[in-house]
């Protein structure tokens, strides 16, 4: 159907004729994400985006935990036990109640799968009567709350399990699941009997649209009512347009380069600093994304608690690259390539088109390091590359962009990028005892300055030795129908908005 309708939309558009979409009623939302499958730590935020599923606890605009299925928490004063009460007349879309002991076994199964929630240092997770959750650790750990809210801790009604495998997604959200076509497609009713405020929107549908261009011309010709994630041509071009309006907003997510610091040419720091020296972020940011977002360091401005005024910015300088290089005792050959032992200076450097611009970055880091005399291959693949040649060890170089709002509080991201061992989007082959003894002891202080000492030496750390290299910080852009009104983007990505939207009268 939905291949159809672009089709003729392109069509028209071609011969010059402005397609005339009727209003069905239905919300067309397009993005560039793929549904992985039915189990949540698959596709978990597509489902959490769409409403057809909740969390534990939610997010108010700055990431503070809000209730959400749970109502209220208190926690033992030794830190240890969390005491969940839940709302009352909750009913799951296949119309069973919402029970303590559903709620637990949910988490249980989560925990016990790929996600944040198994790195808390979780002991039990049981029910305690029909409406209250203990959840016991192993030790106190500050950031539950915000683990509780990642997506993949989503609470399924006990019938879409199958042993710990997931055969339906059913939710208690404001929308229920009526059809889905991995990888592709989905579509969603209003949910009759919805515990929280009803939704004006009754039917949506949400299409993966790999390429930036084809959601722009979704949008443009109507075929999309909620595209998302636009490319920065896309996004000039439609700010002239009548058929759209536009939205951006500045969200906490890096473009990074991460590094294999295991590789020998990437071991030592000073190889490192060369590369960070040899980019320049701001010519980067202003022609790729189109707007001034250069990275002085990991963390953007809008993460208020994590983001080091007082650090030294990231800067660039070439001349100084080739020094550092030098000092390492490479060598210009007679190609310009840096070469050592009779190895060029080559490495490869896998991106992907998910997000437009990475290829484009890509392009751009692959001429800045050649000035250097470094050599890069780019690989654009899909985006399950980078997690892959992590696990087997191939990863030379990623360009990738990295949300630092998985979870509320971006604690939960550090621990599972940065902490012992690194992570598929994070460190690899890096150690800093330091680091990890901040990072550790984040999850347990309470103390608001103390928190905030240990919080600056961690992102000192990575800016020191740079296990990854941050490029630019991002601003999301959203352009939906002129017909939609209460349309907004979640700075934390975890809504597409539907339970704030209605058709304009």
Avoid: C
């Amino acid at each position: 159907m939905f291949r159809n309708i672009f089709a003729a939309s392109l069509a028209l558009l071609l011969a010059g004729a402005a397609p005339t979409i009727a209003n069905d009623g239905v919300v067309d939302i397009v993005a560039p994400f793929e549904i992985g499958g039915l189990d949540p730590s698959k596709s978990g935020d597509i489902f959490l985006r769409m409403g057809i599923v909740e969390t534990l606890v939610e997010a108010d605009k700055d990431g503070n935990p809000v209730p959400a299925l749970a109502k209220s928490w208190t926690v033992s004063d030794d830190g240890l036990s969390w005491r969940f009460e839940l709302q009352s007349g909750v009913r799951f879309q296949d119309g069973t109640a919402l029970t303590a002991e559903a709620v637990a076994s949910a988490l249980r199964t989560a925990k016990d799968k790929a996600g944040l929630l198994s790195k808390a240092p979780i002991a039990d997770i049981k029910a305690e009567g029909e409406g209250t959750l203990v959840v016991s650790l192993t030790k106190p750990f500050v950031p539950l709350l915000a683990f509780l809210a990642e997506n993949r801790a989503q609470i399924l009604a006990p019938a879409s399990y199958e042993g710990a495998d997931v055969k339906a997604i059913i939710g208690t959200g404001p929308f229920k699941l009526t059809k889905i076509e991995p990888p592709q497609s989905l579509a969603v009713e209003r949910f009759a009997d919805y515990w929280g405020n009803m939704p004006e929107i009754e039917k949506a549908t949400y299409l993966s649209v790999s390429r930036a261009e084809t959601r722009a011309l979704m949008a443009e010709s109507g075929d999309a009512d909620y595209v998302f994630n636009l490319d920065p041509a896309s996004r000039t071009r439609l700010s002239k347009s009548d058929k759209v309006v536009l939205q951006s907003v500045s969200i906490p997510r890096s473009v990074l380069l991460k590094v294999n610091a295991g590789h020998p040419f990437l071991a030592d720091v000073k190889a490192r600093e060369a590369l960070s020296f040899a980019i320049d972020r701001e010519g980067l940011a202003v022609a790729i994304l189109r707007y001034p977002a250069a990275a002085t360091q990991l963390f953007p401005p809008s993460l208020k608690i994590w983001h080091d005024a007082d650090l030294a910015p990231l800067s660039y300088d070439p001349e100084k690259a080739k020094v550092l290089l030098a000092e390492l005792g490479w060598t210009p050959g007679d190609d310009g390539i840096l070469e050592k032992d009779g190895k060029p200076f080559a490495l490869t450097l896998t991106t992907y088109p998910d997000r437009p611009e990475l290829p484009l970055i890509a392009a751009v880091l692959q001429d800045q390091l050649k000035e250097i005399g470094v050599a890069l291959t780019i690989n654009s693949t899909n985006s399950s590359e980078i997690p892959a040649k992590h696990q087997d060890g191939s990863l030379e170089l990623a360009l990738m962009a990295r949300n630092f709002a998985l979870v509320p509080d971006p604690i939960g991201t550090m621990l599972s990028d940065y902490g012992p061992g690194g992570g598929d989007w994070g460190a690899m082959n890096w150690t800093n005892a330091g680091f990890e003894q901040a990072l550790d002891n984040l999850t347990r202080v309470t103390d608001p300055a103390e928190g905030e000492a240990l919080r600056h030496q961690a992102v000192a750390a990575i800016q020191a030795e740079l296990p990854v290299i941050p490029l630019a910080w991002y601003q999301q852009t959203v352009a939906f129908s002129p017909k939609l009104e209460g349309a907004a983007i979640d700075p934390f990505e975890r809504s597409f908005g539907l339970e704030t939207m209605r058709w304009a009268k």
